[in-house]
Nanobody, 122 residues
Framework: QVNPVESGGGLEQAGGSLRLSCAASGRTDIAYVMGWFRQTPGKEREFVATISWKGDKRFYEDSVKGRFTISRDNSKNYLYLQMNNLKPEDTAVYYC???????????????WGQGTQVTVSS
């Protein structure tokens, strides 16, 4: 089991930047594909970005393309999400996930963090 723990959320103005971090512990050797997801009240959790083990394959949700960058440092067991040009609609709880696979165009992950709140004011 992989245990992800997120940090770096907070309050930011529209147009600003935040960097989320995710520290993975436990069986990090099986973390494989990792990703970021987000959820707002009353809505289902949605995909934001994923990255392969080697970092050579990255996928982004359309609304964050060109603004968010996912990266990872396997030597430190860390996953990152650099968020630039933030918009109020990016406000959500952001979750780090590991052991993700894509099935029928949906991402399914086995390990989840507790989430970190990102609030973007207009």
């Amino acid at each position: 089991q992989v245990n992800p723990v997120e940090s770096g959320g907070g309050l930011e103005q529209a147009g600003g930047s935040l960097r989320l971090s995710c520290a993975a512990s436990g069986r990090t050797d099986i973390a494989y594909v990792m990703g970021w997801f987000r959820q707002t009240p009353g809505k289902e959790r949605e995909f934001v970005a994923t990255i392969s083990w080697k970092g050579d394959k990255r996928f982004y949700e359309d609304s964050v393309k060109g603004r968010f960058t996912i990266s990872r440092d396997n030597s430190k067991n860390y996953l990152y999400l650099q968020m630039n040009n933030l918009k109020p609609e990016d406000t959500a709880v952001y979750y780090c996930a590991a052991q993700c696979i894509r099935s029928n165009n949906n991402w399914q992950c086995s390990s989840w963090g507790q989430g970190t709140q990102v609030t973007v004011s207009s």
